[in-house]
C-alpha cells in the first residue's frame, strides 16, 4: 500500500473517532433526497474546468444528500476524499443504504432491488410545520431513484452508462461519514485542523441552504471561515431561492470560488432576494388554505426554522405576511 493510501485510511479512521454519528436520536427534519434544481450546468463547470495541483489530499464536504451518487464522476476529478455530512442520523441511514446499493449493483434494476430490501426510512415520519406527521412510502422513495427532477442525464438511474460511471467513479475515491453543525465553529475549526495534519484540503464544499438557517449570518460566517481558513480556491456550491409564480419559490444551485466571493455574492443577494421569501411565506399559506387546515394552525408557521429566521431579521413579520382568510 502506498503512502498516499496509508494517508487516506489513516485520515478516515480520525474523522470517524472525532466525528462520531450517534445513530439513536433524530436532530432535524429529515431530506432524503436533494430537492435543488440547476446542478447540471454546475456539473458542465465541473467537468470542464482543470483540477488544481496539489500533492495534498482533496476533500469534498457535501451537506445533505446533494445527489451525491449522480455527481460523483465530476467529484472525482476535483476530489479524493468525500465526506458526506449532516447532523440527523437518519439521513446518514439512508446515505449509507444508498452507497451500499451502488457498490454491490450491476444495473440499475439491481440497485433498486436492494434499494428496496431493508430500507432503513421506509417507514419514517416528519412532523410538519402545522403538527402533522408526514412519511413517505417505498413508492415515494423509488420515485427519486427513477426519475430526477433536474439532473437529466447526468442522473446516475439515467441509462446504464451513466449508472457505469457513477460505479466506477465511486471505487476510486473514499468516502466517510460524519456528524458536522456547520454552525459549530469549534468543531468546524477541529475539521479544519486534523485535514490540515494530514496533509488534506479542502477542494470543494456544498452548503446547500444552511446559510437560511442562520438569523443574521454570524454563526455561518465565522464556522464557514474557520472551515477553509487559508482557503482561497475552493469550489463552493451553495442554494438561492428562485421565486416561481405557480410553484414558489424553488431552490437553485450555484458554484462559485472562494468564501470572499461567497460572502459578496452569495449573502448578499440572499438579502436582496428577502422579499421573495416572505412572498414564499404567502405562497405557504394558500397551500395552507388550500389544504383546509384549521386557522389555529396558521401561527405554527412561525415554528419553522426558515419563518424564525425571517422574523429575526426583520421583525414584525406577521403585519408585513397575513394569511389569506380560509373559505
Known sequence: MDTRSLSKNNLIELLQQNFPIDYNLRNFYLYPFCNEYDFPKILDKLATTVAKQTDMLRVAILFGESNFLSILPELSIHADVILLADI??????????LLNCLNIANSREEFTNYYSINNPIEH?????????SCGKTLDDLLKNIYHHQDLGNY?????????????????????????????????????SSLLRKNNATISLCNFSNI???????????????TLLHGIKDCFIMYTSRNWNPNRGALLGTNLITGLNDFYRTALKNEKIKFDRKVTSIQFWYRRVRDENLALKSIPDIKKSILAKNIWARRGKLEQQVRPDPIG
Do not use: A, W
Not at 124 to 132: C, F, L, S
Not at 211 to 225: G, R, W
Open 211 to 225: 446559510h437560511e438557517l442562520d438569523p443574521d449570518e454570524s454563526k455561518f460566517i465565522k464556522s464557514t471561515s
Open 155 to 191: 442522473h446516475f438511474y439515467d441509462n446504464q452508462k451513466r449508472f457505469n460511471e457513477c460505479k466506477k467513479s465511486l471505487k476510486n475515491l473514499i468516502i466517510s461519514q460524519i456528524n458536522l453543525n456547520l454552525f459549530d465553529e469549534i468543531k468546524c475549526n477541529q475539521l
Open 124 to 132: 419514517y415520519t416528519n412532523v410538519t410545520r402545522t403538527g402533522i
Open 88 to 97: 440527523e442520523p437518519l439521513m446518514h441511514k439512508h446515505t449509507s443504504h
